[in-house]
């Protein structure tokens, strides 16, 4: 039962334009929300987070909003840039542990 | 050291023989944690440090997967009788546990383990 999805494998944006990478949790106990980068031969690197008592989270060009009713959160890149290009993986944690579970990750390429 | 250190960087073993994958995390990290990506595929949890405390080994996929911790240092995962479905690049991220820090996780760059 994956408990973190991330329905779209590749996402293609012109450079300067928005980014919406979506990710979907079915876990209500989930209380906290990470966004990682990963490029090719390389660890992820944190991006972004979000507890579950915001709405909405924002660091320069990168916003995350979440919806709990709609056990849905979202990462906004704006603008664009080529060097964004990576995969992006949400992870979700409940409360009382530090155990994350991890979606599958959607590729982002922005194009120049 | 500044990050979290995997070694090696890549191994190629043949069907049957067993592994050892090791990690460095930060200094000072309570938790480490490891996780393995096959080709395409999204971070599968493994197993989870945190301190004195028991492991969560929940998400060890067989009997064969075991991984040790000392103390708050160096962590191995090891692999016994190896089969080709063990391919897949082997991830280790530490974590300050205990503060708002703490639910940033800091990743090595992987070990890519190749099963022929």
């Known amino acids: 039962d994956q408990q973190v999805k991330q329905n779209s494998p590749s996402l293609s944006v012109q450079e300067g334009r928005i980014s919406i990478l979506n990710c979907d949790y079915t876990?209500?106990?989930?209380?906290?929300f990470l966004w990682y980068k990963k490029y090719p031969a390389e660890g992820p690197t944190f991006l972004i987070s979000?507890?579950?008592?915001?709405d909405k989270n924002e660091d320069g060009r990168f916003t995350v909003f979440l919806n709990k009713s709609a056990k849905h959160l979202s990462l906004h890149i704006v603008p664009s840039q080529p060097g964004d290009s990576a995969v992006y993986f949400c992870a979700a944690r409940s409360s009382g542990t530090y155990k994350y579970i991890f979606g599958t990750g959607t590729r982002l390429k922005v194009l120049a | 050291g500044a990050g979290v250190s995997q070694s090696p960087s890549n191994k190629v073993t043949e069907k049957g023989k067993d592994v050892e994958l090791r990690c460095d995390p930060i200094?000072?990290?309570?938790?480490l944690y490891w996780y393995r990506q096959r080709l395409g595929q999204g971070l599968e949890f493994l197993i989870y440090?945190?301190?004195?405390?028991?492991?969560?080994k929940s998400g060890l996929p067989s009997d064969r997967f075991s991984a040790e911790r000392t103390g708050e240092s160096v962590s191995t995962l090891t692999i016994q009788r190896t089969q080709q479905e063990d391919s897949a690049v082997y991830l280790c991220a530490s974590s300050l546990v205990g503060t708002e820090e703490g639910n940033i996780q800091y990743f090595g760059a992987g070990t890519r383990l190749s099963v022929l």
């Open positions: 200094s000072g990290h309570t938790a």
């Open positions: 440090f945190q301190g004195n405390s028991a492991p969560d």
């Open positions: 979000i507890s579950s008592i915001k």
């Open positions: 876990n209500s106990m989930f209380d906290y």
